[in-house]
């Protein structure tokens, strides 16, 4: 996951992100667009809390963009995690 994150980091923003303006939000869409990459046309697992602390916001701000990015149609939610189990996307943007 760093080796994503910091891969992630350093990426360009892609078309889509352009329309948020929060740095840390446009990081996270690059996070799940690496990850999709990664994990070619498997759904990919992302943890809320992991997601906070690589985009480095506190946990609500993380579950609240997740929901956004459902709600803009750039993430779909394939499995709601549960207990300690993340829950799995597939990133619906350009790759």
Not at 66 to 94: C, T
């Amino acid at each position: 996951m760093d080796m994503i994150a910091e891969r992630a980091k350093h990426a360009p923003d892609p078309a889509e992100a352009m329309q948020f303006e929060q740095p840390e939000l446009r990081f996270l869409i690059r996070l799940c667009q690496e990850l999709q990459r990664v994990n070619g046309d498997k759904p990919f697992p992302l943890d809320g809390r992991v997601a906070a602390q690589k985009i480095r916001v506190p946990h609500p701000t993380a579950a609240r963009w997740l929901r956004l990015l459902r709600f803009e149609k750039l993430l779909a939610l394939i499995k709601k995690g549960i207990r300690h189990k993340a829950s799995e996307y597939r990133y619906l943007g350009a790759l």
